[in-house]
């Protein structure tokens, strides 16, 4: 699906038309059964899909969370569609990138402190990993993080720049914020500084902004929570995407328009 990605750095006109060939936005493999059933259960105040933040009685109306998701993503807005295709905007998606692409130019003029960390290793990990890269070269501090972290889920490692959760040797998806509240927990009590900016997914990004660090990160439509946050105020801004489509390569052209945009490459 989708053919070898685009080489180099793509237009916007471009990257739109690759996000749709590759289905990271478009007609996505989520289906709408899927979204409605993820956005029933936040507001019915599953933690588990509320990705490390504290949502409060906020969203106990489903249909004000579909309305958000209509808004911020692109999924159909009508809550009759309740079975088969559902979208994400492709337009929706490159404007949040843009929108991210400022926040890390202003990491990198102001050198700061970056945290790097994926629940979704499987796809996003070399998207994380790229961008870590480039704010290094442009004269940013990578956080490493505290040796020794642990959650019930199983180990928090650090690899390429980006933390992760590990679990029988193997890098495991989760939606928990819990690896990202040990993190923070280990820097406070050693007396190290907290990021400045996390850039993540998931629960990893939901607990940061939450915890009051700087944070962004990408969501899929059927992950309401990250949305919900950036409309709050509480995560400054989430990329809409399918965060694990066939092939993790689809991502790069992606990653080159941010990281230009951004003025890192």
Request: net charge negative.
């Amino acid at each position: 699906m989708g053919g070898m990605p685009i080489p180099g750095t793509p237009s916007r006109a471009e990257l739109v038309d690759h996000l749709v060939r590759t289905r990271i936005a478009g007609d996505v493999a989520t289906p709408r059964e899927n979204n409605l059933s993820h956005y029933r259960k936040l507001a019915n105040g599953d933690r588990h899909y509320w990705l490390g933040l504290e949502l409060g009685d906020r969203w106990g109306d489903e249909q004000d969370v579909l309305a958000v998701m209509a808004e911020r993503v692109g999924v159909h807005d009508d809550p009759e569609h309740r079975y088969g295709q559902d979208t994400i905007d492709p337009e929706l998606t490159v404007a949040a990138l843009d929108r991210l692409a400022g926040r890390l130019r202003k990491a990198a003029d102001d050198r700061q402190r970056v945290l790097f960390a994926t629940g979704h290793p499987g796809g996003l990990l070399d998207v994380h990993r790229a961008t870590a890269s480039a704010l290094r070269a442009a004269g940013c501090e990578i956080v490493v993080i505290p040796d020794g972290l642990t959650t019930d889920e199983g180990y928090v490692m650090q690899f390429a720049d980006v933390a992760v959760l590990e679990h029988g040797a193997t890098l495991w998806h989760t939606h928990s914020g819990e690896p990202m509240k040990a993190i923070l927990t280990a820097l406070e009590r050693a007396g190290r500084p907290l990021p400045d900016l996390v850039v993540a997914d998931h629960g990893w990004a939901g607990y940061a902004g939450q915890h009051g660090v700087d944070s962004v990160g990408y969501a899929d439509c059927n992950d309401p929570a990250l949305f919900i946050a950036e409309a709050e105020g509480t995560v400054q801004v989430t990329v809409p995407l399918d965060d694990h489509v066939v092939s993790p390569r689809h991502y790069d052209p992606m990653t080159a328009y941010l990281l230009a945009e951004a003025g890192l490459s």
